[in-house]
């Protein structure tokens, strides 16, 4: 237990040094090509954040794991939504561009929807996995061509970048990546073998533990971007994270193998997904921009969530 812990405190610091690094980098490639940082956020950060998603997940499915599987990448988006989101608005104001965002959002939407139907039985099969898999790759392929047309509606002008500051900024945006994953491996494993020896199941660690570690990466960058005044580069994230949770990760796992759902995970963890989409499209759609209201209650509902995984673990 004191080794768990020991590699929880290193995990934080990869983590934290890894999301300041990854921001910086990120931002500058946004101006360098002319990318909106909400469209940077939701493309190049968001790809980069959900890996350790999708090593948990596909390493828990080819254990047989479903559980851990589903409940990370389900989890996850939870957490992204209401602990991250939340955090950020309550430290800066987070305005964003309505249309770009609905757009985006309706993405994520779609993704949630389709598991849930793909999963009404309580089994994802292997055929249905590749369909959410290959929606994965259309979605990435909409977010390639969409950079495509941004840049070409720009001005025509050449953007000229010192060649030794680009190159310092890329390997600056991958040792950030490669700090974030190493911290977050070393999240994922303490965290679950201390929950795992209190003999809490391992949808309750999917669902809680896993995805809190796995989310670590998108929190801390969400952090980072908005103490650096760049806010709108984590919400892009946020939702470019959990449309790949839902499509690239629920969908890989499905195909290498068939995963079987709990009944609780189904109602409980579905129910909330479904309410906090609803949260936050409410709350982007009304105003246009989260503030320390509409913070204060995604965090609240977040932390109801995990009281109740909570009272589920004990009882």
């Known amino acids: 237990m004191v080794y768990d812990i020991a590699f ?37 950060v968001s790809l980069a954040t959900t890996m350790p998603e999708l090593a948990v997940s596909t390493i828990a499915s080819s254990a047989g794991d479903s559980g851990l599987a589903l409940g990370n990448a ?19 104001p987070v305005e964003v561009e309505r249309r770009e965002l609905l757009r985006r959002a309706a993405w994520m939407v779609s993704a949630g929807a389709l598991v849930v139907v793909f999963t009404l039985d309580r089994t994802l099969s292997r055929p249905l996995g590749a369909v959410l898999l290959a929606l994965a790759f259309a979605y ?94 984590s919400l892009g994230n946020i939702i470019g994270a959990n449309t790949l949770n839902l499509y690239l990760i629920v969908g890989l796992s499905g195909v290498i193998r068939p995963l079987t759902i709990d009944p609780f995970a189904q109602v409980y963890s579905f129910g909330w997904l479904g309410l906090f989409f609803a949260a936050l499209l409410g709350l982007a759609v009304r105003t246009g921009r989260f503030h320390l209201r509409g913070g204060a209650l995604l965090l609240g509902l977040w932390m109801t969530y995990v009281a109740g995984l909570a009272v589920v673990a004990l009882t």
């Open 8 to 44: 929880i405190l290193v995990g934080l610091l990869l983590v934290a040094k890894g999301g300041d690094l990854f921001v910086e980098a990120s931002v500058y490639m946004g101006q360098l090509f002319r990318i909106p940082r909400f469209v940077i956020g939701g493309t190049l």
């Open 140 to 233: 990435l392929t909409w977010d390639y061509l969409s950079i495509r047309m941004l840049r070409r509606d720009e001005s025509t002008d050449k953007v000229v970048a010192d060649s030794a500051a680009l190159l310092r900024r890329f390997g600056q945006f991958v040792l950030g990546a490669v700090l974030i994953l190493l911290g977050s491996n070393l999240l994922v494993d303490s965290g679950s073998g201390l929950a795992q020896a209190l003999g809490v199941p391992s949808v309750i660690i999917g669902l809680s533990v896993v995805a809190i570690g796995t989310s670590l990466p998108e929190l801390v960058t969400g952090v980072a971007a908005a103490r650096k005044g760049v806010p709108d580069l």
């Open 74 to 92: 389900v989890g996850s988006c939870v957490c992204n939504i209401g602990l991250i989101v939340g955090t950020v608005a309550l430290l800066t």
